[in-house]
């Protein structure tokens, strides 16, 4: 007999259905090529981007192997594309943009961001993000201020704030995301992560929602999986949380998730002893298995464990408003 979770995986993995590789450029697209010489070619995303003619139509940017240093901002719509061997799976990345400003270096967590989107209609696919700034101060590999953005088969690096997903519509699919300190946080966006890798490197929260007022906003996260990241902080295991409230309408729900990394026993955590945050907050989760589980959970009386049914209203459409139409389905499960 096949194992049922076997069985699982296999479907989700047949759901998926990205081309079998994107090796070329597609037709029309600026070509960034690492150490170029060739005429029209740009050697880093930063002049690329500089290069795009003054006007609101969308344009492509396919970039070849290598490792591309400088912070970048995008402010024009379309999409991204990394070369890969396979396109579904984030493993095969062969594109790597790096940097390591602070939020003091830099002056505010956006400015700190690697790539940093200030435009709608974007799509980021099989990208390398990173800080390489390491622990003790804010440092964003992503910062996210578009509408409708995806980011597809990506790998998102860092240590403290490696995401700010923080307003519009964003989808977060087939991606690893890595860090430890409220690694993936915002005020304002409603988010969908699915099918991702979520690495924790020390001990932490994973999500940090500063959600101020009873509005649209939400993170929600379906079919995921919670590691140990390579080198993880010995003290780790047993000190992370699914998250902590930013603000006292934070909302955080997790649906099937996966986890081999060790939770703590709460599961969630408030601000801190003198700001909880926790009076209007939705802590919510449902399914949450895996060899990471503590044998006896002990949720705070602000955090709830979803029925069935509680659970099933909250979907992609749902966190969405119902526009999602823009996303690139051939990512979901």
Known sequence: MIAPVFLALLASALALSPPSSRTTPPSGAKIVRAGTTTSGEFATLVAA???????????????????????????????????????????????????????????????????????????????????????????????????????YACQLVGYQDTLLTEQGLHVYLQSYIQGAVDFIFGQHSQAYFEGNTIAVSGPGCITASGRAANDAGIYLFSQNKIILASGAVSSTNSNIYLGRPWANYARVVWKTTTVTAGLNVALWKEWSSSTPNTDHVTFDDYQTTGSGIPSSLKRPSWAMLLSSSQASSFTLSSTLSGTTSWIDSNYLI
Not at 65 to 87: D, H
Not at 118 to 146: F, K, M, P, W
């Open 49 to 151: 981007v500089a290069a795009l003619p003054s006007d609101s139509s969308s344009q492509i940017i396919f970039m070849y192997p290598g490792t591309y240093t400088g912070q970048v901002l995008i402010q024009r719509s379309g999409p991204i594309m990394g070369y890969t061997t396979s396109p579904s799976n984030y493993t095969s990345n062969q594109v790597t943009i790096t940097a390591s400003a602070t939020l003091v270096s830099a002056g505010s967590d956006d400015a700190s961001g690697t790539l940093r989107i200030h435009t709608d209609n974007v799509a980021l696919y099989n990208l390398n993000i990173r800080n390489d700034h390491g622990s003790g101060v804010q440092a964003i590999a992503l910062s996210n201020y578009g509408n409708k953005v995806g980011v």
